[in-house]
């Protein structure tokens, strides 16, 4: 199992990931190379963007 880097998750949180748990899950995303994150979250989609890295741009699935 992958580990995540407390550092980062905790330099994304609380601006501009507002959920800890979402930055834990951006932490790990971009710790791993192949990492797509895929939610139903748009102010989680938002604060990805917001990191800057263009394979983290969360794509959100909204009707």
Do not use: C
């Amino acid at each position: 199992m992958p580990e995540v880097n407390l550092k980062s998750a905790l330099s994304y949180w609380p601006d501009p990931i507002r959920d800890f748990g979402g930055a834990l899950v951006a932490a790990l995303a971009m710790k791993e190379k192949s990492a797509l994150i895929v939610t139903f979250d748009r102010r989680f989609s938002v604060g990805l963007k917001k990191l800057g890295n263009r394979r983290l741009n969360g794509h959100t699935m909204m009707q």
